[in-house]
């Protein structure tokens, strides 16, 4: 079945530590995005993908980064700048733009990741 | 993109039907109304969009207003599975151009009880 994979799960970091978050899709989607998920909160977009080898900064982009250097694979490093990086962080990916089915996102899991 | 307005929160019974309103009155002409709704420590799962008519599907229905100013979601017969945050979000078509992303507010906190 087609879907999105994220990993891992659960993941605990120390302070100072950098992680990546993966996430891979066989949708063949030409999208991809990050988003952050505090307790109580809506989601907040980190970072999109357009295409490959391409990607754009959202709201909260600063001490993240991310990579497209193939169409199913769009990893999220979580970097020692990120401030507060306790979150619920979800990978999404949609069809390409010009149709209403472009703005139907189709979800991961998500990785939970907590710094101790 | 048009602002959305949801109710935080509200209670179904199981076996009942659940209308959730949301509130789009800045919305124009070329955006569509799309829902989703996210279980507890899952991902958002998509439900159902539309532009101006009438859609339904094998999960929900949803009914737009004539003038597009409010829409709701209909879940017909609403089970403890449908227990979740219900998210309204207006939206146009992406262009390569206007290439962007879809906001996600605070939703709805739907519960439905035995």
């Known amino acids: 079945d087609g879907g999105i994979t994220q990993s891992p799960k659960y993941l605990f970091r120390k302070e100072g530590q950098n992680v990546t978050l993966s996430c891979e899709q066989n949708l063949n989607h030409d999208a991809m995005y990050w988003y952050r998920q505090d307790p109580g909160q809506g989601l907040r977009l980190i970072y999109y993908?357009?295409?490959?080898?391409?990607?754009q900064k959202g709201d909260i982009a600063e001490g993240y980064s991310v990579s497209r250097e193939k169409k199913e694979s769009f990893p999220l490093t979580v970097t020692s700048a990120q401030k507060n990086p306790t979150a619920f962080y979800l990978c999404?990916?949609?069809?390409?733009?010009?149709?209403?089915?472009?703005?139907?996102?189709?979800f991961g899991a998500g990785s939970r990741l907590t710094v101790l | 993109d048009a602002k959305t307005t949801q109710p935080p929160s509200m209670d179904c019974a199981e076996g009942r039907a659940a209308n959730l309103p949301c509130n789009h009155s800045t919305i124009s002409g070329n955006e569509y109304v799309y829902w989703y709704r996210q279980i507890h420590s899952q991902g958002p799962q998509y439900i159902i969009h539309?532009?101006?008519n009438n859609e339904t599907n094998e999960m929900a229905s949803l009914i737009i207003t004539e003038d597009r100013k409010s829409s709701t979601l209909i879940l017909p017969h609403a089970t403890l599975r449908d227990t979740a945050v219900y998210y309204c979000i207006v939206r146009g078509l992406m262009t390569t151009d206007s290439w962007g992303k879809l906001q996600f507010g605070a939703g709805t906190q739907v519960v439905v009880t035995p």
């Open positions: 999404a990916s949609s069809k390409g733009p010009g149709t209403s089915g472009a703005n139907v996102l189709t």
């Open positions: 993908s357009q295409i490959v080898n391409d990607f």
């Open positions: 539309g532009l101006k």
